[in-house]
């Protein structure tokens, strides 16, 4: 349900309280991590958004899903991420529920700086071979590489793709995040 997490809770899509005809029907028991499975609750959704399912669902390859933001400014760089609010309308409301109600802004964060902190002696190889641009080339390589090695909606592709995105960040704005820890 977030991509990060490791398995260690099978939930029930449709509650067990309020479905306990389907509390062993083997499409209704999703593979999930603690964290998810928590801030699911025994919630579903409804006509304004539900969670996505892991087995029933068609996700669209294109557009992404969830869109990164990098802030490099006060001496350091923020990771933020949203739901894209130009998918449609069906897919924004069910994206938008399963990304508030999972709390997956906050699930995704922590490890997107450490993925960037980990990839700052990259980023300065780079920097020192080819500047921003080859920064930046390198990002949009990544992501392409996490999206076929794990589905178009990967979080970590968002990422990458906002590094991609991201002049300030690709100039040098990278070794913000090596300084800085929290
Ligand atoms: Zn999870």
Redesign the pocket.
């Known amino acids: 349900?977030?991509g990060?997490?490791y398995v260690r809770a099978l939930d029930h899509y449709l509650p067990k309280e309020k479905y306990p005809e389907f509390s062993v029907l083997a499409l209704n028991l999703v593979p999930?991590?603690t964290?998810?499975n928590e801030n699911k609750l025994s919630l579903v959704g409804g006509a304004g958004g539900r969670f996505f399912h892991a087995y029933y669902e068609e996700v669209p390859e294109t557009p992404s899903i969830l869109l990164a933001d990098i802030e490099v400014a006060y001496g350091s760089a923020i990771v933020s991420f949203k739901v894209n609010d130009e998918l449609p309308e069906v897919i924004y409301k069910n994206a938008a529920y399963h990304f508030e109600r999972l709390r997956l802004s906050e699930t995704y964060v922590g490890p997107a700086v450490q993925e960037l902190v980990e990839r700052v002696p990259f980023f300065e190889s780079w920097y020192e071979g080819g500047g921003s641009e080859k920064v930046a080339r390198k990002a949009h390589r990544q992501a392409e590489h996490l999206r076929n090695e794990f589905g178009p909606q990967f979080w970590k592709a968002a990422l990458y793709d906002a590094v991609e995105k991201n002049h300030d960040f690709c100039d040098g704005g990278f070794s913000l995040l090596a300084s800085r820890n929290c």
């Open positions: 349900m977030c990060v997490g999930t991590c964290r998810c």
